[in-house]
């Protein structure tokens, strides 16, 4: 095989990742995709730096060996403490990752209120405490961890009266109180239409997934990487569950 046909890895705690995934294969799709979600070891959030740098580590090296051209590591949880690494370890590929969209948030008004809905390890880490100081006399920042959330799209629950109210319980203190949500976390994306309706049909979402999927194509194409074929490419999910009931989630969500 060309280098070039070679399959673009992706990988995540479980089955967020595939909001940015959808992002490139909308971008690229004529590129080979392989997409791994580790939810057997969901959610990433909430363990320390040190076991979510080894499950990464775990996660490349496997798509490594199944010979990814670049890897695209879609969760911001696994960025934020483990993208050095990853670079580090694999200087022969290009490693990109997703982080939260505090900049254009910050940008799409004057002086606006922003609340940043991420997971406990990215809001505490030196990559988040680093945008923040760059960004942060743009406008006011309220980080908010959302322990508990990523759970409910790894059940494939993504409306109802259910997660309504969890996600209440956390938000209803900032209704009509801040210009922006960023979802700092790539399951999230999928409850867009819930924490819209909860913060305010007013208040502007952004998502970092859009973005990541511009640089990864921005970064093949400087390696002159980039599958230049006009077939359509595929796209394969592979779980760390290993079940069928994963397998028809992931499909779910990247046909949405
Ligand atoms: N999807 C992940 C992220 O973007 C993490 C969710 C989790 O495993 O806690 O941060």
Redesign the pocket.
């Given at each position: 095989m060309e280098n070039r046909e070679k399959p673009i890895g992706f990988f995540?705690?479980?089955v967020?990742?595939i909001s940015v995934l959808r992002e490139a294969v909308k971008l690229m799709p004529n590129e080979n995709f392989i997409y791994f979600g580790?939810s057997l070891?969901?959610?990433?959030?909430?363990?320390s730096v040190t076991d979510v740098q080894d499950l990464a580590v775990k996660n490349a090296e496997m798509l490594i060996g199944m010979g990814v051209k670049a890897i695209v590591i879609?969760?911001?949880?696994?960025?934020?403490v483990s993208a050095d690494i990853l670079r580090l370890k694999y200087p022969h590929i290009p490693v990109i990752g997703?982080e939260p969209a505090l900049k254009p948030a910050l940008l799409h008004k004057e002086n606006p209120k922003v609340l940043v809905m991420?997971?406990?390890?990215?809001l505490r880490e030196k990559k988040f405490k680093a945008l923040l100081e760059k960004y942060s006399d743009l406008g006011e920042v309220f980080p908010l961890p959302c322990?508990g959330l990523?759970e409910w799209v790894e059940q494939g629950v993504l409306e109802g009266e259910a997660v309504e109210e969890f996600l209440e319980n956390i938000l209803l203190p900032y209704k009509n109180k801040v210009d922006a949500v960023v979802l700092?976390?790539?399951?999230?994306p999928f409850l867009k239409d819930v924490i819209n309706k909860i913060v305010g049909e007013n208040v502007v979402i952004f998502d970092g997934g859009a973005g990541t999927a511009k640089e990864l194509k921005r970064r093949l194409a400087e390696l002159d990487m980039e599958n230049k074929g006009n077939e359509k490419g595929t796209v394969e999910f592979l779980n760390s569950k290993g079940s069928d009931r994963e397998k028809a989630l992931c499909e779910k969500l990247f046909y949405l």
């Amino acid at each position: 095989m060309e280098n070039r046909e070679k399959p673009i890895g992706f990988f995540d705690s479980g089955v967020g990742g595939i909001s940015v995934l959808r992002e490139a294969v909308k971008l690229m799709p004529n590129e080979n995709f392989i997409y791994f979600g580790d939810s057997l070891n969901a959610p990433y959030g909430t363990k320390s730096v040190t076991d979510v740098q080894d499950l990464a580590v775990k996660n490349a090296e496997m798509l490594i060996g199944m010979g990814v051209k670049a890897i695209v590591i879609a969760c911001n949880t696994a960025t934020s403490v483990s993208a050095d690494i990853l670079r580090l370890k694999y200087p022969h590929i290009p490693v990109i990752g997703v982080e939260p969209a505090l900049k254009p948030a910050l940008l799409h008004k004057e002086n606006p209120k922003v609340l940043v809905m991420a997971t406990e390890v990215t809001l505490r880490e030196k990559k988040f405490k680093a945008l923040l100081e760059k960004y942060s006399d743009l406008g006011e920042v309220f980080p908010l961890p959302c322990p508990g959330l990523m759970e409910w799209v790894e059940q494939g629950v993504l409306e109802g009266e259910a997660v309504e109210e969890f996600l209440e319980n956390i938000l209803l203190p900032y209704k009509n109180k801040v210009d922006a949500v960023v979802l700092g976390c790539t399951h999230y994306p999928f409850l867009k239409d819930v924490i819209n309706k909860i913060v305010g049909e007013n208040v502007v979402i952004f998502d970092g997934g859009a973005g990541t999927a511009k640089e990864l194509k921005r970064r093949l194409a400087e390696l002159d990487m980039e599958n230049k074929g006009n077939e359509k490419g595929t796209v394969e999910f592979l779980n760390s569950k290993g079940s069928d009931r994963e397998k028809a989630l992931c499909e779910k969500l990247f046909y949405l």
